[in-house]
């Protein structure tokens, strides 16, 4: 009796939870182990090359998550194993241009239409289904929707509100450019460009970013809901207990708050669309079919989809714009011998700039917006890939940042270089097919064609009327870590008005 109350007492109850606890730890070990070397030697994709700890379990791939630095990491893999690359014990990274139609192309004459979107990737944050979300039927009945929002007859019709926000921003930075004798932060002038033109052009209402020179708090939240879902990415590859631990402990707290301010100026900031154009209000209108959730995703998709992606790539020219002044010089040339005065540059117009063109083209290239892997879930029964069958449940992608700068791709990857889209026989073996910054096949960037004349008007205007001054300190500006999107730092240039 004496040695069952012993064994119960304080210590001894303590030498029990730390007996117990080191054996969890050890069969845990051991179970983690065993899994680790049934990757590397007998899973179906142990053939495929990749790194050690990528192979054997997925936290290669959480810790690049987690760090930000997952594009440029997949890129040295793909730089030192080949076009394929295992990255995870169940995930084979491609950046041969065929695979686009392939993986993420219309799948004909098969049971499935599609390769459907990896829910470890696309259902981290909530899963309410939208046209990013939703499954195939639900994607058709959103993209059908707003569409019209997006065809050629609407942007035309809607021109005329890009030119207004355009000329505005360019007013503003001659205002605050004190005639090239003061810095602007680009990053954040492009923000403000591109939030207020989606702002009216999405709802009918404008956030004020331009003439309050300020973001609004609403876009700054959501721009963290964008880490967040990096980091739950991150999460998804930990194994358990680590990704609930995870989660709660290692997610900045000022992340958590922002999300939670993010839903509360959601329910505040959607307006009831009054403008008939409007794309929100294709949706809006619906709202008999559409539960007041989704409206509230698309709110944010139009936003963030319409904005930051936009903006990111007018900084990322600024930037290679600047530092690259003999491109700066062909584009200035060939903007200011086109167009006698401001009022002349239309989007129907830029199609004669043919450097413009290249200009944007290798931007997206060397900078794409969405730099990371949009993967797809192979099917049960499996499919065929470089002649190889992938069985099904394991997950396939072209990663867009490792796909535009490989240099089995690309001629001089790191060079910025408009020529090579303009037939110079130096980039001859260039693989041109691999550059899809929109995506490709039934999902792609249903605002592909808005992107493009904004980012070609913007980018002509500011071009016509500024020669750019990049503040050497700015050298480094796109080695940029990537939650989701690029995180980009302040990018100060001095903006000199053309003397004419």
């Known amino acids: ?249 290692a997610i900045p707290s000022n992340v958590k708050r922002q999300v939670a301010l993010h839903r509360d100026l959601t329910e505040v900031e959607i307006p009831h669309i009054p403008i008939q154009y409007a794309s929100a209000y294709r949706l809006n209108s619906r709202k008999g079919d559409i539960p007041y959730p989704v409206l509230k995703e698309h709110a944010n998709i139009l936003t963030i989809g319409g904005s930051e992606t936009t903006a990111t790539l007018l900084a990322g020219a600024t930037f290679h714009l600047g530092k690259n002044p003999p491109v700066f010089q062909k584009l200035a040339t060939e903007i200011r011998t086109t167009f006698a005065n401001d009022g002349e540059i239309t989007v129907a117009r830029l199609s004669e700039c043919k450097y413009l063109l290249a200009t944007v083209e290798e931007c997206l290239r060397i900078y794409p917006p969405s730099p990371a892997n949009h993967t797809r879930m192979v099917p049960k029964e499996g499919i065929v890939l470089n002649d190889q069958h992938i069985p099904g449940g394991v997950g396939v992608g072209m990663p867009m940042y490792a796909a535009f700068r490989a240099s089995s791709n690309f001629t001089y990857p790191d060079r910025f270089a408009p020529e090579r889209w303009l037939g110079d026989p130096m980039y001859s073996k260039d693989k041109k097919g691999a550059l899809q910054p929109f995506s490709f096949g039934p999902r792609n960037c249903l605002g592909r064609h808005l992107a493009y004349q904004e980012i070609k008007l913007a980018l002509a205007k500011l071009v016509y009327n500024f020669d750019l001054e990049l503040n050497p300190k700015c050298g480094d500006w796109d080695e940029q870590k990537n939650f989701t999107f690029w995180v980009k730092p302040s990018l100060w240039v001095k903006l000199h008005p053309v003397k004419r």
Not at 29 to 36: T, V
Not at 101 to 127: C, F, M, N
């Open 1 to 249: 009796m004496n040695s069952v109350s012993a064994l119960f007492s304080a210590g001894g109850f303590q030498w029990i939870l730390l007996s117990l606890s080191l054996t969890f730890i050890v069969v845990y070990s051991l179970l983690y182990l065993a899994i680790g070397l049934y990757n590397l030697y007998f899973h179906p994709l142990a053939r495929y090359p990749g790194p050690l700890l990528g192979r054997a379990s997925s936290l290669w791939y959480a810790r690049s998550l987690a760090r930000g630095t997952i594009a440029q990491d997949t890129l040295k893999l793909h730089e030192k194993y080949g076009d394929v690359v295992r990255i995870a014990p169940d995930e084979l990274s491609f950046i041969q241009p065929e695979n686009w139609s392939a993986i993420y192309g219309h799948q004909l004459g098969k049971d499935y239409r599609e390769l459907i979107k990896d829910p470890r990737y696309h259902d981290t944050v909530k899963p309410t289904p939208t046209i990013l979300t939703g499954d195939w039927d639900e994607h058709t009945f959103y993209r059908k929707i707003l569409s019209n929002s997006f065809s050629e007859k609407s942007l035309k019709d809607q021109e005329h509100i890009l030119h207004r926000f355009v000329d505005l921003f360019i007013q503003r930075l001659k205002e605050t450019s004190a005639e090239g004798t003061r810095e602007l932060n680009m990053t954040d002038q492009w923000n403000y460009l591109t939030f207020d033109v989606i702002g009216f052009l999405a709802y009918g209402e404008e956030f004020h970013c331009l003439t309050s020179s300020e973001l609004h708090d609403w876009i700054e939240a959501m721009l963290c809901v964008a880490i967040l879902m990096s980091l739950g990415q991150a999460a998804r590859h930990l194994p358990f207990p680590f990704d609930k631990i995870y989660k709660q402990w």
